[in-house]
């Protein structure tokens, strides 16, 4: 079955030659393509479900490809660091992605592993998550499928904590200057004038008001919007 856009914007990011752990990976399109197109040398294809697992062993066996290995397990907690050199965790929240990370602490040990990263909600949670941990984000493409908005994010572990702006958590290092990343910014833009609009001229909320203000007004000037 052909990849969606997203899986294949993820496949693109994936280097040559790669050992590859997929979490929840649900029916192996993914790790089926990466093995075929010669970008993975193997995968390690996990899920929490015994469901998924079994649809994806079925799809294996009907694609005819070899060094795919299916484990039941949540998240990283049944792999070692030895097996992989980069990890994908797509089309899950932003919270569940970094509680992900968060658990596999063999993750901040050196070689440091590649985390290809495609958070379907909360994108900021992880980013803030990414940048508190001392993970650096490498790379941050918007993509639009289905009427949706996404970020794949790429990141690794430095051990340096950076500061960054507030807006920072809200658009990453998404480019404005193409189609989807400017829709993507957008997007975020007006989430968060909406929040300020909102809190305008309550009391009790002029602190927040001030907060989703400012965002605005930063995330704006990336669309060189006036404010």
Excluded at 195 to 210: H, M, N, R, S, V
Aim: charged fraction near 25%.
């Amino acid at each position: 079955m052909p990849l969606s856009l997203r899986l294949k914007l993820i496949a693109s990011l994936v280097p040559d030659g790669a050992r590859v752990c997929d979490i929840g990976t649900d029916h192996a399109y993914l790790p089926i393509e990466l093995i075929k197109s010669g970008k993975a040398s193997r995968v390690i294809a996990t899920d929490i479900r015994e469901k998924p697992l079994e649809n994806a062993r079925k799809n294996i066996q009907k694609s005819g490809v070899f060094g795919i290995e299916l484990r039941l397990c949540d998240g990283l907690s049944a792999v070692e660091k030895s097996e992989t050199d980069s990890v994908i965790i797509a089309g899950m929240g932003g919270e569940v992605i970094s509680g992900i990370i968060s658990r596999a602490k063999w993750l901040k040990e050196k070689p440091y592993t590649l985390l290809i990263l495609q958070p379907t909600t909360s994108p900021e949670d992880l980013r803030r998550f990414l940048i508190t941990n001392c993970f650096e984000i490498t790379s941050d493409t918007a993509i639009s499928e289905n009427g949706k908005l996404y970020s794949v994010m790429t990141a690794v572990f430095t051990g340096n904590k950076i500061s960054v702006p507030e807006y920072f958590y809200y658009v990453g290092k998404v480019d404005p200057k193409t189609e989807d990343g400017f829709f993507y910014i957008q997007k975020q833009y007006r989430r968060a004038k909406s929040c300020a609009d909102a809190l305008y001229g309550i009391p009790e909320k002029k602190t927040e008001y001030q907060h989703f203000k400012e965002l605005s007004e930063h995330i704006g000037r990336l669309l060189n919007y006036g404010e």
